[in-house]
């Protein structure tokens, strides 16, 4: 799920080829203690069956602690950062068969705003698999790459001029400030990445590392996405694929951040109670019915699959459509996300409080030796809410 700012430079690391690096004479320890946490949205299996009952889908209503979790990872202190990492490349443009797990890829440099963080986990997203597609590859990093956007881990190193982060702090972000425009060439799906500091927030107290992966870029594309609209309290909101990554957190940031006074939302059967759940006042089954037939008309649709030509017929009268994927039909209009930590950080507080809420495909969170499973299952874009990876080792 993408979105178009103006051009920033974002420094993209450089991978050692892999036929040059050297024995790792280094070592490192890390103690991880994974606590069970009860601020996500627990999809229950269910959902993958259409013959969902609906009478079994309460338990999708969680209650979120206001209290702070216990501290989840305790990094221990390192004297040397190791020089090689495990991390899954392709070396070419493909399907998931390109995708390789090597245990000898470089660690990234660090330049001097940036830190180097120690992965917990990490969260797919679309643009993942388009950019190893080759997509974009016009503007893409040169090849070998690690792929990997989202991410959320522990700070091991900071650069010279980092200011807000120091060694074991635990942080989330989307790595990429531009997704389209050199996005880094060693990302989030390894051991270790290196990230500016602009781009990263200090993790939620009460969410684990699974939950924080699974945000950084939806939730940064939801929130850029209704403010490009001018969406503000009392209007009305359609989102089409309510159930997705980006759509799931639309219908939570309407309902619970900008103040809409009604939020309609699609999907198949099976996930209707779980729209409800995350604040959609309509819930759209799309394989019974054709919300563009709705006698109802909305100030903002929010577009997640791609059927712009159908959501221009229910938007109002100088209402906005954003289109993320798909062909465009004026009024839509398309935006690739700009990364930002201070959308994160100011987004933290609805998250501690529960009033926004991770959601996780309940076939995960995926190990990572199952990643091209793991891509497999994105693409077939049947996932509910977010596809993670975890534990990173």
């Given at each position: 799920m993408?979105?178009?700012?103006?051009?920033?430079?974002?420094?993209?690391?450089?991978?050692?080829p892999l036929s040059s690096l050297s024995p790792n004479p280094f070592s490192v320890k890390f103690s991880f203690t994974f606590r069970e946490n009860k601020n996500r949205i627990a999809v229950p299996t269910s959902l993958k069956s259409q013959r969902c009952q609906l009478s079994a889908l309460p338990a999708l209503r969680v209650s979120a602690s206001s209290q702070s979790a216990p501290t989840s990872v305790e990094a221990s202190k390192v004297s040397a950062l190791p020089s090689e990492m495990k991390a899954w490349v392709y070396g070419?443009?493909?399907?998931?068969?390109?995708?390789?797990?090597?245990?000898?890829?470089?660690?990234?440099?660090?330049?001097?705003?940036?830190?180097?963080?120690?992965?917990?986990?990490?969260?797919?997203?679309?643009?993942?698999?388009?950019?190893?597609?080759?997509?974009?590859?016009?503007?893409?990093?040169?090849?070998?790459?690690?792929?990997?956007?989202?991410?959320?881990?522990?700070?091991?190193?900071?650069?010279?001029?980092?200011?807000?982060?120091?060694?074991?702090?635990?942080?989330?972000g989307d790595i990429n400030e531009k997704a389209l425009e050199g996005p880094k060439q060693s990302g989030s799906l390894?051991?270790?990445?290196?990230?500016?500091?602009?781009?990263?927030?200090?993790?939620?107290?009460?969410?684990?590392?699974?939950?924080?992966?699974?945000?950084?870029?939806?939730?940064?594309?939801?929130?850029?996405?209704?403010?490009?609209?001018?969406?503000?309290?009392?209007?009305?909101?359609?989102?089409?694929?309510?159930?997705?990554?980006?759509?799931?957190?639309?219908?939570?940031?309407?309902?619970?951040?900008?103040?809409?006074?009604?939020?309609?939302?699609?999907?198949?059967?099976g996930k209707l109670e779980l729209l409800k759940s995350l604040g959609a006042d309509l819930a759209i089954d799309y394989t019974k019915e054709n919300f563009e037939e709705l006698p109802e008309k909305f100030d903002v649709v929010y577009d997640a699959i791609g059927q712009c030509d159908k959501a221009v017929k229910v938007v109002k009268e100088g209402g906005s459509v954003v289109a993320l994927t798909g062909a465009v039909t004026p009024p839509g209009f398309r935006f690739v996300v700009t990364s930002n930590g201070a959308v994160l950080k100011k987004l933290n507080p609805y998250l501690e409080s529960g009033k926004v809420k991770a959601v996780i495909d309940p076939k995960g969170p995926f190990p990572f030796s199952k990643l091209v499973e793991a891509f497999s299952y994105l693409e077939t874009n049947r996932a509910t809410g977010k596809v993670v990876i975890h534990p990173i080792q």
């Open positions: 993408l979105a178009t700012t103006s051009t920033l430079s974002s420094t993209a690391s450089q991978l050692t070419e443009y493909g399907g998931v068969d390109v995708l390789k797990f090597d245990t000898k890829v470089a660690v990234p440099e660090l330049l001097e705003d940036q830190v180097l963080v120690k992965v917990v986990a990490a969260a797919l997203n679309p643009v993942d698999f388009k950019r190893r597609q080759g997509k974009f590859q016009n503007t893409d990093s040169p090849l070998p790459t690690v792929p990997g956007y989202d991410v959320a881990g522990v700070v091991v190193k900071a650069g010279s001029k980092v200011k807000d982060f120091k060694e074991g702090d635990e942080v989330y390894a051991e270790y990445t290196a990230v500016e500091e602009r781009l990263l927030a200090l993790k939620p107290k009460n969410l684990d590392f699974v939950q924080a992966a699974a945000l950084p870029l939806a939730i940064e594309t939801a929130y850029e996405g209704l403010e490009r609209t001018g969406f503000s309290a009392g209007k009305s909101l359609l989102v089409l694929n309510g159930a997705g990554g980006v759509g799931s957190l639309v219908i939570q940031l309407a309902k619970h951040v900008f103040g809409a006074s009604r939020v309609a939302a699609t999907s198949s059967t």
